[in-house]
């Protein structure tokens, strides 16, 4: 009977010390086990993301030339000298003087969250009412975003007439 309690003892012993020994080794490796289910769900997460930024971006491949139009209607620079040869060239093509032009670049609109930057100009004009309709026509129809925002002209009875306008272009 003795041999058969130490027996029993020994493996009792046996356990209890394999598992005071293999419990925190196996606490560890679940530890383990579950630190790399979440890593390989960012990864897959992250992957995904990738995945579909290239879907997106082959997309807008598609769309090159109008996404071309876009950065020329809205450049990244205000540019005071393209504008000004714009205007200057409008005016010209269309029979009309350009007496004055003075411009202020507004950092950002304020009623939205974008970059978009506005420049502020007043022209001073003097020529014909069909030249005007002419520049304004031409305006409407360049590569940049200008958008009127008032006109005011003043004539003699006879000769040409003079034209104010305040006029806004946008860049980012």
């Known amino acids: 009977m003795k041999p058969l309690l130490i027996i029993i003892g020994l493996f009792s012993l046996i356990a209890l010390i394999a598992l005071f020994l293999l419990w925190p080794s196996y606490q560890e490796f679940s530890s383990l086990k579950e630190q790399i289910k979440l890593r390989s769900q960012e990864l897959q997460t992250r992957q995904a993301y990738f995945e579909n930024l290239r879907s997106q971006d082959a997309k807008l491949a598609e769309y090159k030339t109008q996404v071309a139009t876009i950065d020329a209607a809205?450049?990244?620079d205000p540019s005071l000298p393209?504008?000004?040869d714009l205007?200057?060239?409008s005016a010209a093509t269309s029979g009309l003087v350009l007496r004055k032009i003075t411009a202020s670049v507004n950092p950002a609109l304020a009623?939205?969250?974008?970059s978009i930057k506005q420049v502020s100009s007043v022209l001073e004009l003097r020529g014909s009412y069909l030249g005007f309709k002419g520049f304004l026509a031409s305006l409407e129809h360049?590569?940049?975003i200008i958008q009127i925002q008032s006109i005011e002209l003043s004539s003699e009875r006879e000769g040409p007439v003079d034209f104010i306008v305040r006029l806004s272009a946008f860049s980012y």
Do not use: G, K, M, V
């Open 74 to 76: 809205l450049p990244e």
């Open 111 to 114: 009623d939205t969250e974008s």
């Open 82 to 84: 393209l504008l000004y």
């Open 87 to 89: 205007i200057q060239d």
């Open 142 to 144: 360049s590569w940049r």
